[in-house]
T-cell receptor, first 109, second 116 residues
Framework: RKEVEQDPGPFNVPEGATVAFNCTYS??????FFWYRQDCRKEPKLLMS???SGNEDGRFTAQLNRASQYISLLIRDSKLSDSATYLC??????????FGKGTTLSVSS | GAVVSQHPSRVICKSGTSVKIECRSL??????MFWYRQFPKQSLMLMAT?????????EQGVEKDKFLINHASLTLSTLTVTSAHPEDSSFYIC????????????FGPGTRLTVT
C-alpha cells in the first residue's frame, strides 16, 4: 500500500465550479499534512497546511480526519489559473516530506 | 518566504559523464536538505537526506556511490550524478529545512537532467 494515495484525475471542470480532492495516508504516526501545488515542469509550492480543525484560505478549504487518515481539499469558484497538479503531502517531525502522485486539475473557460 | 536556489536549472550531458547539482539556502541556515527525483507523471520520490557535516542517508534503491551528496556548509548541499545514463534523466529537486522552524521546508526550482 502506498504511503499517500490520491486520485490522479484529471479533473476537468468549467470556471466557477467547485471541485474536491481527497487523499489517504497509511502512516498513523504522520504529524503534519499539506497540500502543495505543482505546475508543469516546476517545483512544488506550498498551497496550505492542513489542521485537524480544518482551515480555509480564500477559495481553498482543507480538512483532516485523523481517525480515517484522510485529507481533503476543496476549491470553490475555480479559476483558469487553478489548473495544476495538487499534491497531498504528509510527514513526521524533522523528516522528509512524503508526496502523493498528485491530482491533476484542468479548469476551462 | 525563504529562498532556495538550484544550479543548473537544466543540463544535458552525454552518457558516462558526471553532473553536479548545487542546492543553496539563500537567507536561512539548513542543517538538513533533502534530494528528490521526479520522473514524468510520477510523484516526487525522496532520494536521500543530507545533514550538514555528516554522511547522507539514502533511501532504499538509491545507490550512494552513484549519487554523491555533500553537505559541507549550512547553506550548500551538492548532488553529483556519476557516470550518468539515460535512465537517470529526471527532474531533481532539493528542499532545505529551516532549522528555526521544524516543519518548514523550502524547495529549490529543480534541475532538469537529460542524459543522451
Amino acid at each position: 500500500r502506498k504511503e499517500v494515495e490520491q486520485d490522479p484525475g484529471p479533473f476537468n471542470v468549467p470556471e466557477g465550479a467547485t471541485v474536491a480532492f481527497n487523499c489517504t495516508y497509511s502512516n498513523s504516526a504522520s504529524q503534519s499534512f499539506f497540500w502543495y501545488r505543482q505546475d508543469c515542469r516546476k517545483e512544488p509550492k506550498l498551497l496550505m497546511s492542513v489542521y485537524s480543525s480544518g482551515n480555509e484560505d480564500g477559495r481553498f478549504t482543507a480538512q483532516l480526519n485523523r481517525a480515517s487518515q484522510y485529507i481533503s481539499l476543496l476549491i470553490r469558484d475555480s479559476k483558469l489559473s487553478d489548473s495544476a497538479t495538487y499534491l497531498c503531502v504528509v510527514n513526521q517531525a524533522g523528516t522528509a516530506l512524503i508526496f502523493g502522485k498528485g491530482t491533476t486539475l484542468s479548469v476551462s473557460s | 518566504g525563504a529562498v532556495v536556489s538550484q544550479h543548473p536549472s537544466r543540463v544535458i550531458c552525454k552518457s558516462g559523464t558526471s553532473v553536479k547539482i548545487e542546492c543553496r539556502s539563500l537567507d536561512f541556515q539548513a542543517t538538513t536538505m533533502f534530494w528528490y527525483r521526479q520522473f514524468p507523471k510520477q510523484s516526487l520520490m525522496l532520494m536521500a537526506t543530507s545533514n550538514e557535516g555528516s554522511k547522507a542517508t539514502y533511501e532504499q534503491g538509491v545507490e550512494k556511490d552513484k549519487f554523491l551528496i555533500n553537505h559541507a556548509s549550512l547553506t550548500l548541499s551538492t548532488l553529483t550524478v556519476t557516470s550518468a545514463h539515460p535512465e537517470d534523466s529526471s527532474f531533481y529537486i532539493c528542499s532545505a529545512e529551516d532549522w528555526a522552524s521544524t516543519y518548514e521546508q523550502y524547495f529549490g526550482p529543480g534541475t532538469r537532467l537529460t542524459v543522451t
